[in-house]
Every structure is written in C-alpha cells, then in structure tokens.
T-cell receptor, first 115, second 113 residues
Framework: DTAVSQTPKYLVTQMGNDKSIKCEQN?????MYWYKQDSKKFLKIMFS???????INETVPNRFSPKSPDKAHLNLHINSLELGDSAVYFC??????????????FGPGTRLTVL | RKEVEQDPGPFNVPEGATVAFNCTYS??????FFWYRQDCRKEPKLLMS???SGNEDGRFTAQLNRASQYISLLIRDSKLSDSATYLC??????????????FGTGTQLKVEL
C-alpha cells in the first residue's frame, strides 16, 4: 500500500541507451513531479504535471520525455543516456498544485548509474 | 547565487545538545517555507512548515524572517535518530503558471553518543 512507488529502484546502463522509469501514486492526487538529485545531493525539479497536463518544464534536455497516461502515473523516458544523467530520480505527488501549496509526497527514488 | 542557501555542515553534536540551522532565500516572491528531512539513501519528507510567527513541534522550532529572507530551525535535546540532512525549502509561483518547491542543498546533522 505504498503511496508513491517507483520502478526500478536501481538502474545501471551504458551510455547511449534509452531507459524508462515508472511512477505511480495511489493517493488520488492531481499533481505529479519528477526531481533529480545529483551527486552533490542538490534536489531540483524537472517536470510537473497536473491532471495529465504539463505545468513545469525546468529547462531539461529534450532527451528527457515525461509521459502521464493518467493522473496516477507519470513515467520518465530518457533517450541517449549520458554520464551526467547519473543521479537519483525522485517522483512526487500532491493534491492540486494550482491553487497553492499542498504537501508533496516523494517516492523512494530510482538510482540511475550510466557507465 | 543559489535561490536557497544553507551551510552544508556536517554539524557533529553530542546527544542532548541544541543545534540551529539557518537558511536564506533570494526570491522575494516566495510564499511558503518548509523544512524537509532526508535520511541517507531515502526520500525527503516534510518535517514542518515555517511561519512568520514562529512555530514549534515538540523539540523542533522553526522561524521565518521575511524582511531578511531568512529561515531557521532549532532542534533541542538532540537524539541519535535526528541524524539526517535537513533541507530548507521555499515555494513560489513561476512564470507561465504553476508553483514549485526549490530546495537548498541541505545541512547534514550527525548526533553522537
């Protein structure tokens, strides 16, 4: 009964490959997010979706393409992986983000290592 | 200059000590303020919101000074279980619609016997 789940937990892959990370929330929230935490532990938002609609795209390379098939899912596909993509990727969700702050709940993270 | 700045630490303190963390933010449009806690190799979790009037939750006290754009967190009677990274977080609207959380790089706390 995990609130925000991500798969896989660990992902090790070669440079140039294409990979996907999946995220699901069972909280009934309207808004979902992807964050990247780099080796210096700096956590930064990449994307947010509200009811399947893209709200925030924080100048992320277009090799990263989020997809929200429904409001409970937000997947992240990464093309042509580079060494600098190695990081921990966190998915999060919150109730409607349009009207103001609602607590964001984070998934356990996906540790991506690009070799 | 980073939008949210914190001393990265680590702060090594004995059990029972009182420890204070500070944070400054640069964007005056920031609306809401929080402290999150992140344990090693885990996801961040909300510790507490921060209000101008100051607010307390057990051993934790948070304070906001909007004029100085400064946020603080005080932990009294530190426990071993308080060892973690404490993230200062601000929430503000962004151009084009939507709102976002901006995280500081975190301050690492180690509580020792």
């Amino acid at each position: 009964d995990t609130a925000v789940s991500q798969t896989p937990k660990y992902l090790v892959t070669q440079m140039g490959n294409d990979k996907s990370i999946k995220c699901e929330q069972n909280l009934g929230h309207d808004t979902m997010y992807w964050y990247k935490q780099d080796s210096k532990k700096f956590l930064k938002i990449m994307f947010s979706y509200n009811n399947k609609e893209l709200i925030i795209n924080e100048t992320v390379p277009n090799r990263f393409s989020p997809k929200s098939p429904d409001k409970a899912h937000l997947n992240l596909h990464i093309n042509s992986l580079e060494l600098g993509d190695s990081a921990v990727y966190f998915c999060a969700s919150s109730q409607d983000d349009i009207s103001g702050y609602n607590e964001q709940f984070f998934g356990p993270g996906t540790r991506l290592t690009v070799l | 200059r980073k939008e949210v700045e914190q001393d990265p630490g680590p702060f090594n303190v004995p059990e029972g000590a009182t420890v204070a963390f500070n944070c400054t933010y640069s964007n005056s449009a920031s609306q809401s303020f929080f402290w999150y806690r992140q344990d090693c190799r885990k996801e961040p979790k909300l510790l507490m919101s921060v209000y101008s009037s100051g607010n307390e939750d057990g051993r934790f006290t948070a304070q906001l000074n909007r004029a100085s754009q400064y946020i603080s967190l005080l932990i009294r009677d530190s426990k071993l279980s308080d060892s973690a990274t404490y993230l200062c977080v601000v929430y503000r609207p962004i151009t084009g619609g939507g709102n976002k959380l901006t995280f500081g790089t975190g301050t690492q706390l180690k509580v020792e016997l």
